[in-house]
Every structure is written in structure tokens, then in C-alpha cells.
């Protein structure tokens, strides 16, 4: 195996991601497949594998990608089943934590992992540490929306139950800067979902929450237009859906479960008379073309935003397509230098008091 | 226009729904629509009709079914920017109003309106009243599924943005009920919304919600299968999903913006070329049967729970479909004896400290 390190160091325009090949659903070969697929359509990637060597360096030499991951040694892994407060006791020696180790190092810019979402985000609070003024990470996901740019930013997901005015408008400048980065918008609109737009609406804490995001947003480089309800996560009032990760993570799933629903409905419809199996032959691309747009392993990746180092999470059951996707993801912001242009967001937002205008990332 | 108290006081198998004529986005005119269709299916079915009686007047002399439905004249209509609290002091004349007072006074068994939720829950619970041993009311709807039956009951979608954990029993008991009389099904399956289905996730309240709901499954006659993910709601795991109504009503937001993204992207993929045009000719009537199945008009009608009389609120921008629909929920609930029936089990409910098993319901 090649040492990437000279890679990274050589400054060539080589991107290193680093990967947890252990934790998901299908197992490694699964996620060595999805990286060598990534190989193949990106010549300037290269990884770091983490995870039992012997298997792992058979399935990368199978794959035929030796010169492009380096492995590393990995003894044991973290279960779908163990609680985040024993992995971050024990976690020491998991493919996950060797992972991380990876990134905090400088090794690689961005991990990529399909384990466990609260063991993950507990190792990289503790492992990555939070930026300075950041209370609560947050984890932001891509959904599919009517908007031009086809995808909207929502957060937090999942990464905390809870969530305080101040977390939000943390949540708002997090993920304005990752819609800046990742969707390629200026000047994102951010919308705080509710249970209603009027202002009367919803919680206390969301009212404080709609003041402080308000008076943020010209130096949070954003718009904001006021409350949206669960409708507008997929609509185009917005860009950026801010809200609490236990609403976020019940309306992603809500989300996800209505949609495959639908197609599973749509496969049935399709099944139900020679004439409809005909005009399902003949709709074939036609139908490609929609799933490939609101397939969930297309935009596989939660990031973990608000750490020292940028976190994607894939699916759990992702297969070698939604590996690739998150990959891809990883890809695209460690080239963006997203991470850097975060912290200098987060960083300015800390400096409030001062409220000094300040224009970049 | 014949005196409806004749049949109800007759005991001759009709069945009078008070139907809020104003308040939907569409006017009186779609309202009438959709009660016509209703009377035309259901010859048992009678209406009273709440609005300004001239236009009523002309309405329903339009569509023929004078002999059907009474017409009570009010002046007034509680707009969707009327804010519950000024409704709830200067609503007296409002068509609304004068809707939940045909059930308050017995003249009819179930209201029907597609105005304002907020007003019409607020005016709900001071003209008909809670019922014993409820201290929140809530809004159960019925969500497509991958059950057998075809739907699934989720409750509160929007009555009340808190619920603690007395409320979530309650709510659990009352969607039980619902559940066995909209849906046929003698032992419902009850989930408690989370963010996962471990027993250390998710919120306090939660967790003391579902001990209480785990230890009144006998006596509510349901099954708890205890904490389910917002994937589970259109799903098999479960018959009826229990949640606060800040939860429930962005999760059915969600749900519903999604299905109508698809649904949009479909149209699109299959107009793309004159191959998929072709397509969709021939896929026409699987299409129309898909539709069918997850139409939001066809399952329109959210139920209030845990007051003294069934209302049932239609989406405020449904068309005649949707208003028929609405009805003839509202019809079957009043025909199978719904409203008694919950309030028994509620008042055994209530009764809880006895400990005495009650079967009825």
C-alpha cells in the first residue's frame, strides 16, 4: 500500500476521506465496493480504511484499489445495538474511533461512517471536540425539495433531542454556511420550522428563536423567512429548514417512509394488469429518471456540523450506491474546504457582542 | 325545507351532520358540491347547513337537494387569519359557531367544517365541552399504511402543541377507540412516536408515556408494540401512532408535501417524451388506482377526540371531493355510535385508580 500521506503532504490536489468499513447493515464488502466505485469516478481520491486488516486488504486487493487506500488496523467495531455512553468508555480501539483519529490528525479531511448515528456523534464530540461556541452539534441532511437547486438543508436530524433558541440560530448559521458550500447558494433562505407560519405559533422557544435568527441574518450572509411548517421541507419556501432534532429526525423518517410507500404503491400499480406491465416497459426511463432524483441513496449523508473536522454519516443500510453518495458528499466539501469556511462562521457568530459585520466563508 | 328534528326524533335510521357552509378556502359553493354528492350516495344522510341563508338558499336549490338540508342562517364567518382567542369572545353569529351548536343541542350527531383549526378546536371545547377525565383534546387523522386496512391512525396532529404523559395515555385510549370503530379493528397495535424504538431514547416524558401506556393495554383493549420512528406511521408496525400535536402536525405536513412531490414529479417524468406520454395512456387506470389509494382529498377529515360530540375538520383548501369525504366519515362515525362509545371508554379511563377492567367499547 502507498503511504497517502505523501499525497496530502505533496499538496498535489489530492482529497483523502477516511472510512469506517465497519457498522453498517451489509458489512464491508459493501462499503469497500462503494469506495471503489468513488475510485474509479474521482482519480484525485484517495482513502484511509479502517477496520480488521486481513479481511479488509483481501476485499480492497479484490477490488483491485490497493494504490488507492491505505488500511488500518481495526480490531473491533461498534454495534447498531451499543448505547453512545459505552462507546465513548470503550470505544478505543473501533474502527470508529480509529476513524475519527484520522481526521483529528490531519490525515484525511473529512470521515465517512454507516454506524451507529449516537455512538458516532458521541465519539466525534469527544474525539473532534466542538468549535468554540458551539453548544450543540448538529446533524443536516439534503432533501429533496421544488426548489431550483432540487435539494433543500434541513438540521438537526437527530444529533440532540433538545434544542434552545440560541442552538437554533446556531443551527440557521450552520446550515446557511453548508447550503453556501454544498448547493452552491449566495445568499441561502433560511425558515424555522413550526406548526404554523403566523407569528403567534408554536413554542416560546421558537419565538425566541425567530427573533435571534432574525437579527442574525445579514451577517449570517442569509435570509430569513420566518416560520415554515412541515409541507415546506420538500416545497420551495426555503433552503435551509431549521428545527430541533427530535421534530428533524421524526420528519426525515416520516419523510422517507412516505416515499417508499409510494414507489412500493407505484410497483404494485405497475404490476397489476399485462396493460399496465406493457406501460411500465415503455415509462421504464421515465420512472428512472424520478427515482434517480428522490432515490435516498443518492442523497445518502447526514454531516455532523459543528465540530472541529466535518463528519459524514451514511445511511446504516446503505448499499455500494448510497456508500458512493455519501463519499461523494465527503468528497465535495473537503475540496470546498468547507470545513475551515464553517469555523470561521461559527467563529465570527461567537464574536456577537462585538457585532462586527463579517462577510466571509 | 323540512324539519330534520322530525327524522332524528323519528328514530328512522337517518343520520343529520351539521355542516359548516364558510371557512374553506373555496367558498360555499364547493361545500354545497361536495354535500350533494354525500345525499346522493347516502339516502339516509340529512344535512343542517350553517351560513348566510340567501346564498345558501340559491346553493342548494342549484344542486336539488333542498329536501335534504336545513338551512340556518349566520351572518358572520371566522376567517383562517382569526386568531382562536378572539373567536373564542366574539364568535356567537359565526356560521362556525352555529355549526358545533347543532351537536351541542343533539339536533345532530356529528359538525363537519374546513374552516379555521385553531378557532374551530377553541370553540369546540368551550360550546361542546371536554369530556370527563380529558385534559387536551386532540386531532387524530387517518395516514395511508402498508396495514391490511390501508390506513393508520396518528393522533394529536395539531389540537395541542404540548402533551405530557397523562395526555399521551389519553391519546393512546382514544386513538384505540377510533381505531376500532373507523377501522374495524377489534385490538389495535398502538406505537408511541420516538426518535428510535430503544427504550433510553428519546424524551422524559416519554419514557414515563409509555409505562403508562404499556400498563392500561387490557383495559384500553389495545396492543402496545412501544416506541416507534417516524417511518413506522405510514407503515405495519403499528395501527395507531401516538404523539404531541407539535410532532404530529409537522410529521403530517411532511408526509403530505412529500406525497404531493412525487406526485408532481411523476406528472413531469411522464410528460417528458412522447414514448412516456404513450406510457402513461396505457398506465392510466393503474395510476388512477394508485391515486385513489393516497389521495389526500379521500381521506379527508381529521377527528377532534375527548369532547362532547365528533367533530370532523376537512383540509381548508378541499374541493367537493374532499368536503364529501369529510361527510361521510362524519357519517360513519354518528351511524356506528363513535362518540358514545369514546366517551365510555374514557370515563373508565377515568377511573383508573378502581383498577376495575371495563371491556365495553
Known amino acids: 500500500m502507498t503511504s497517502l500521506k505523501d499525497h496530502t503532504t505533496a499538496g498535489s490536489g489530492r482529497v483523502v ?22 475510485a474509479a469516478k474521482n482519480p484525485e481520491l484517495d482513502f484511509i480504511l479502517h477496520g480488521p486488516e ?57 470521515a465517512v461512517s454507516c454506524g451507529n448515528t449516537g455512538a458516532l456523534m458521541a ?6 471536540r466542538k ?47 453548508y447550503a453556501r458550500n454544498a448547493l452552491d447558494l449566495p445568499r441561502p433562505r433560511v425558515g424555522l420550522l413550526n406548526v404554523g407560519t403566523e407569528e403567534h405559533k408554536g413554542r416560546a422557544e421558537l419565538h425566541e428563536a425567530w427573533k435571534l435568527i432574525d437579527a442574525r441574518k445579514d451577517d449570517g450572509m442569509y435570509d430569513f423567512v420566518g416560520f415554515v411548517e412541515g409541507g415546506d421541507i ?30 412500493d404503491l407505484l410497483k404494485e400499480a ?11 416497459l415503455l415509462a421504464l426511463t421515465s420512472l428512472k429518471r424520478l427515482k434517480k432524483r428522490i432515490d435516498p441513496r443518492r442523497v445518502n449523508g447526514g454531516v455532523f456540523l459543528g465540530l472541529n473536522g466535518t463528519v459524514v454519516k451514511s445511511h446504516g443500510a446503505a448499499d455500494a450506491t448510497g456508500i ?38
Open 17 to 38: 476521506i477516511s472510512v469506517d468499513a465497519m457498522g453498517g447493515d451489509r458489512g464491508p464488502a459493501t462499503v469497500v465496493a462503494g469506495i471503489a466505485d468513488s
Open 54 to 110: 486481513p479481511e479488509l486488504a483481501k476485499l480492497v486487493a479484490k477490488k483491485g484499489i490497493q494504490d488507492r487506500v491505505q488500511i488500518r488496523h481495526a480490531e473491533n467495531v461498534v454495534n447498531m445495538t451499543d448505547k453512545p455512553s459505552q462507546v465513548m468508555r470503550n470505544g478505543k480501539g473501533t474502527s470508529m474511533w480509529s476513524t475519527l483519529e484520522s481526521v483529528r490528525n490531519g490525515e484525511a479531511k473529512v
Open 123 to 128: 465519539l466525534s464530540m469527544i474525539r473532534l
Open 131 to 177: 468549535l468554540p461556541g458551539v453548544d450543540r452539534p448538529a446533524i443536516a441532511i439534503l432533501w429533496p425539495s421544488r426548489n431550483p437547486q432540487g435539494f433543500n438543508v434541513m438540521l438537526d436530524v437527530g444529533a440532540d433531542i433538545r434544542a434552545d433558541a440560541q442552538d437554533l440560530l446556531q443551527y440557521a448559521l450552520m446550515g446557511a454556511s
Open 234 to 263: 420538500p416545497g420551495k419556501a426555503c433552503d435551509v429548514i431549521v428545527t430541533d432534532g427530535f421534530t428533524g429526525n421524526i420528519a426525515l423518517k416520516t419523510g422517507e417512509g412516505t416515499a417508499s410507500l409510494i414507489g
Open 270 to 280: 405497475f404490476a397489476y394488469s399485462p396493460l399496465s406491465r406493457i406501460a411500465s
Open 324 to 361: 458512493a453518495a455519501a463519499v461523494k458528499l465527503a468528497y465535495e466539501l473537503a475540496r470546498s474546504g468547507f470545513g475551515d469556511r464553517l469555523a470561521a462562521r461559527v467563529a465570527s457568530a461567537a464574536e456577537l457582542a462585538q457585532d462586527t459585520p463579517n462577510q466571509k466563508d
